[in-house]
């Protein structure tokens, strides 16, 4: 049975840092894409971050550069989410989804899905 979980998030004040992780079981992360999608309150869930499973090249959403940074660790079966100078804007639920096929801001292009992980920006 394949599970994706996410973890890291919390509450933390305008202008901080979290580290979000996504690991799974029953699935090696290191032979797909990964993405980073997040559903602010009352919005639609977006991607903005999404690792390849080939050469590893990253992209990411306007809003998300220069202030995000995803990354992998294969041995450890994981992909984590850097997040810095966060904003209030940034607050949601943020979802780690994997694809067998390539890095795509679509979410129906990725096949699992973790349960989501609440980030809040806030003073």
């Known amino acids: 049975q394949v599970q994706v979980v996410e973890s890291g998030g919390g509450l933390v004040q305008p202008g901080g840092s979290l580290k979000l992780s996504c690991t799974a079981s029953g699935l090696t992360l290191d032979y797909l894409a990964i993405g980073w999608f997040r559903q602010a309150p009352g919005k639609e869930r977006e991607g903005f971050a999404c690792i390849s499973d080939s050469d590893g090249s990253k992209l990411y959403e306007h809003f998300a550069k220069g202030r995000f940074t995803i990354s992998r660790d294969n041995a450890e079966n994981t992909v984590f989410l850097q997040m810095n100078s966060l904003r209030p804007e940034d607050t949601g639920i943020y979802y780690c989804?994997?694809?067998?096929?390539?890095?795509?801001?679509?979410?129906?292009?990725?096949?699992?899905w973790g349960q989501g992980a609440v980030v809040t920006v806030s003073s």
């Open positions: 989804a994997a694809a067998h096929v390539f890095c795509s801001g679509y979410d129906f292009e990725y096949q699992y």
